[in-house]
């Protein structure tokens, strides 16, 4: 079965900082990565889908990159409202997370 | 715009069956998507469960194969999911999704992502 880890599992930055979240595939998934956002107490939303595509409404200070099993999340000028837990995800497997903290 | 809404018993027994409903607005079941069940125990990760093709074709989590069923509805455009012999270890917010897949040239495929996703609805196995 394909796994999926991200690192780090958790970030703090200020606001306005770069910041970058990586998922690696246990095997080749082409471009088929998603990353989803989940505010505190909040369900998840999908933020990216194949990789690189931004989901209608989300702001384009989100993107993301990579193929094959090595992909990156960025978040170019971090938000507060960005604050949250980011998880990657290919079909059934999800990574473990990471927690993204203002400094 | 899509919306899906779980609903059932916020409380289960030990050792018994946890029945959750997800009522989708916005898209037909029938429709060439795939319906998936996502968990969340208390303060981990996202746990995919399964899902269900509107042909009736489903695929399960292997860890949770034996106990698991979903199920669709087509005249309340809702779809199911049972898990028998519950423990405190399936208490979790337990979300329905949507998976974007598509048919082309007389096949069918699945998105590999959860496109929409529900509120989410807690369940607390406990006597």
């Known amino acids: 079965d394909i796994q999926m880890t991200q690192s780090p599992t958790s970030l703090s930055a200020s606001v306005g900082d770069r910041v970058t979240i990586t998922c690696q595939a246990t095997?080749?998934?082409?471009?088929?990565l998603s990353w989803h956002q989940q505010k505190p107490g909040k369900a998840p939303e999908l933020l990216l889908y194949?990789?690189?595509y931004l989901q209608t409404g989300v702001p384009s200070r989100f993107s993301g990159s990579g193929s094959g099993t090595d992909f990156s999340f960025t978040i170019s000028s971090l938000q507060p409202e960005d604050v949250g837990t980011y998880y990657c995800?290919?079909?059934?497997?999800f990574g473990g997370g990471t927690r993204v903290e203002i400094k | 715009q899509v919306q899906l809404q779980e609903s059932g018993p916020g409380l289960v027994r030990p050792s018994g069956t946890l029945s959750l409903t997800c009522a989708v607005s916005g898209d037909s079941i029938s429709s060439d998507h795939w319906w998936t069940w996502v968990r969340q125990p208390p303060g981990k990760g996202l746990e995919w469960i399964g899902e269900?093709?509107?042909?009736?074709?489903?695929n399960y989590n292997p860890s949770l194969k034996s106990r698991v069923a979903i199920s669709l509805d087509n005249s309340k455009n809702q779809f199911s999911l049972r898990l028998t012999s519950v423990t405190a270890a399936d208490t979790a917010i337990y979300y329905c999704?949507?998976?974007?897949?598509?048919?082309?040239?007389?096949?069918?495929?699945?998105?590999?992502?959860?496109?929409?996703w529900g509120q989410g609805t807690q369940v607390t196995v406990s006597s």
């Open positions: 194949h990789a690189s």
């Open positions: 095997e080749d998934i082409g471009y088929y």
């Open positions: 999704t949507r998976d974007p897949g598509y048919c082309s040239g007389g096949r069918c495929y699945r998105g590999h992502y959860c496109e929409f």
């Open positions: 995800q290919h079909s059934v497997a």
């Open positions: 269900i093709f509107h042909s009736g074709s489903t």
